[in-house]
């Protein structure tokens, strides 16, 4: 009884989480699906260096946020206005590195006024290519707008705000 009490309240929140946003607006439990394999697509290409795949997933106008913490690349802020100058700086940054790995998780996804907004969890761990087996992992989160161009979800603007590094 109480294993099948446990089943039913994970199908649940499941279901909850996967189609919770469709009763509310006009967004399907496949198009969220379809987002998350977006924010997918993100960690894939950086971790791949498949800059290619990156750029595909961005709106030629994308606007980028990154709000580092202190102890990450000195906690300045960096913007980006259009695709170019963001894949030229996540190209050169990637480059420090030998390999990275971008864990996504928790994707909250709602949707307004034709806009998807996707929060995503990140960790995300750097392993530095001059120095054996250093390596740096930043703590933090995507805050992602989306719209579906031509049946295809385009990232538009894009926040990265990291909560800790080590």
Do not use: C
């Not at 894939?44 to 260096?49: A, L, P, R, S």
């Not at 206005?81 to 928790?106: C, F, P």
């Not at 761990?125 to 031509?150: A, I």
């Amino acid at each position: 009884m109480a294993l099948t009490l446990k089943k039913i309240l994970l199908t649940l929140v499941f279901l909850t989480q996967t189609m919770g946003n469709t009763m509310a607006g006009d967004l399907s439990a496949n198009d969220k699906f379809e987002i998350i394999d977006v924010m997918n697509n993100y960690a894939k290409g950086i971790d791949t260096k498949n800059y290619d795949l990156f750029r595909s997933i961005f709106d030629d106008n994308v606007e980028v946020n990154i709000i580092y913490d202190p102890s990450f690349r000195s906690g300045e802020p960096v913007s980006f206005d259009g695709i170019d100058s963001w894949v030229q700086y996540v190209e050169k940054a990637i480059s420090e590195y030998r390999s990275t790995q971008h864990m996504l998780g928790n994707p909250l996804i709602k949707f307004k006024n034709g806009v998807a907004k996707a929060r995503t969890d990140l960790q995300a761990t750097h392993y530095y290519k001059d120095k054996n087996n250093e390596k740096t992992t930043l703590w933090g989160y995507y805050d992602t707008h989306m719209v579906n161009k031509d049946g295809s979800w385009k990232i538009i603007k894009h926040t990265l705000t990291s909560i800790g590094s080590n």
